[in-house]
């Protein structure tokens, strides 16, 4: 397989940097894509691979990869690693900062059938199909059901300050 890595993050000129130094083939990089625009690369890919190292809430290009029938490598870092990854079924999750695990699955992934591999995105696709826009309707009812019922407010001192240093804003660590 060739490497495809698509975005700019702030470890991009360090990889494109080892790639060069130790001269490996199949390494492309593209620039940052549009969500519009990713679906050529899922249509042109053989898996997915999601290496965050933490700060990912959830990883929505594991969805539209699912969606596209592709098996999945997930870091165990990505919130939706433990949801949507059903190990060995559509894929495997893994620990970011041991390199050799990936490389083993990567490994693994490559010396799979084709036919295996079909399985494993036809997996995928089964388990998106239950995460649709349906689903996504009951939960915020759900959620908003919980917040009705719940009539005690927020009184406590604790609470408001909580409340106002958070003001809506997530810093990822």
Not at 8 to 23: I, S, T, Y
Not at 68 to 94: D, I, K, M, Y
Not at 126 to 146: K, N, S
Request: hydrophobic residues 45%.
């Amino acid at each position: 397989f060739d490497l495809v890595i698509v975005g700019d993050g702030p470890l991009r000129k360090n990889l494109q940097a080892f790639v060069r130094e130790h001269e490996i083939l199949g390494v492309h990089f593209h620039p940052f894509r549009k969500p519009d625009e990713l679906g050529a690369y899922y249509a042109l890919s053989s898996a997915l691979v999601l290496p965050s190292l933490g700060g990912e809430t959830w990883g929505n290009v594991v969805n539209e990869a699912m969606a596209c029938g592709l098996p999945v490598l997930v870091s165990r870092e990505c919130g939706c690693a433990q949801t949507l990854v059903h190990e060995g079924l559509n894929g495997w999750t893994f620990d970011p900062m041991a390199p050799e695990a990936l490389a083993n699955l990567l490994a693994h992934l490559e010396q799979m059938k084709d036919s295996e591999r079909s399985s494993m995105g036809e997996a995928s696709r089964r388990i998106i199909a239950q995460w649709g826009l349906d689903r996504f309707v009951e939960g915020v009812q759900a959620a908003l059901r919980a917040v009705g019922a719940d009539r005690r407010g927020f009184v406590s001192p604790v609470d408001r300050v909580i409340l106002t240093v958070w003001n809506g804003r997530y810093r990822p660590t």
